[in-house]
């Protein structure tokens, strides 16, 4: 069973940046995705970002395309995620998971979640 701890919300103004961590319990660089989604209030669970195993390659939700970097370190079995150029619209509970696809559903593993606030 693989555990997911996320570090690094918090409370930033509009444009500001922010770095959030992802630590698991165990290696996951060869399965098929880890990534990076996120809820707001009253909204579905959205894809943000995965990179897909060993990380050959990396994949953007529309919305944070250009503002958001996901990087994974395979030694410390970490995944992270750079967020530069925040909105407040990326607001949310910020969750990082390990599975398949774009899908939440897909997703077998998950983090508690840390929050990300963004203010105006």
């Known amino acids: 069973q693989v555990q997911l701890e996320e570090s690094g919300g918090g409370l930033v103004q509009a444009g500001g940046s922010l770095r959030l961590s992802c630590a698991a319990s165990e290696r996951t660089y060869n399965r098929d995705a880890r990534a990076w989604f996120r809820q707001a209030p009253g909204k579905e669970r959205e894809f943000v970002a995965a990179?897909?195993?060993?990380?050959?390659?990396?994949y953007y939700a529309d919305s944070v395309k250009g503002r958001f970097t996901i990087s994974a370190d395979n030694t410390k079995n970490m995944v992270y995620l750079q967020m530069n150029s925040l909105k407040p619209e990326d607001t949310a509970v910020y969750y990082c998971a390990v599975g398949t696809g774009t899908n939440a559903r897909s997703y077998d593993y998950w983090g508690q979640g840390t929050q990300v606030t963004v203010s105006s």
């Open positions: 990179i897909v195993r060993y990380g050959s390659s990396t």
